[in-house]
């Protein structure tokens, strides 16, 4: 049995969840609305306030979707409630960043400054000139616009310069060797 698959989902006050007939759950909440269909393998049951997924077999594909379903709700449920934020940080000197409506303007070192539409559902804010935090209620699509983001300058192991996520660890590399004064 799969160990994250098993775990109910907990509905948290102000959410309602439904499931249609074709294995479809529609998650509402305060934040927004989300839907995900699941795998027709996977059954989703909800009762007392809670969402159980279980599924019919252990064949590989069943087992395998089973702990995915089950992140794929509680992800919905969490970001219609709380929401998602990924936070990045640029380090270099001349790198920043500034909102200009719905845009993010980046300077990065490059001959022309590089301007980011939001999409649909995710907005952007830069609290600071070198900071910069991606907010929406879908956890896929905040990891991939942060990820888009990140893109743009990859941080770089000998002297750290890009953009990295807020938690992110970059492991430095030594220089030559056998030159001074760089």
Known sequence: MSRIGRLPVPIPAGVEVS????????????KGELKEKI?????????EGV???????DEKASRSLHGL???LINNMVVGVSDGFEKRLDIIGVGYKAE????????SLGYSHPVELSDPDGI?????????IVVKGIDKAVVGNYAAIIRAWR?????????????????????????????
């Open 154 to 182: 990859p941080p770089e192991p000998y002297k750290g310069k890009g953009i990295r996520y807020r938690d992110e660890h970059v492991r430095r590399k030594e220089g030559k060797a056998g030159v001074k004064g760089s």
């Open 123 to 131: 907005t952007t804010e830069v609290p600071g000139a070198t900071e």
């Open 51 to 57: 969402v159980h997924v279980t599924r019919d077999n």
């Open 39 to 47: 795998a027709g393998r996977i059954k989703v049951e909800q009762k």
């Open 99 to 106: 909102k200009q409506g719905d845009k993010l303007v980046l």
């Open 69 to 71: 379903s089950r992140s």
């Open 19 to 30: 499931i249609g007939k074709d294995n479809t759950v529609a998650v509402k909440g305060p």
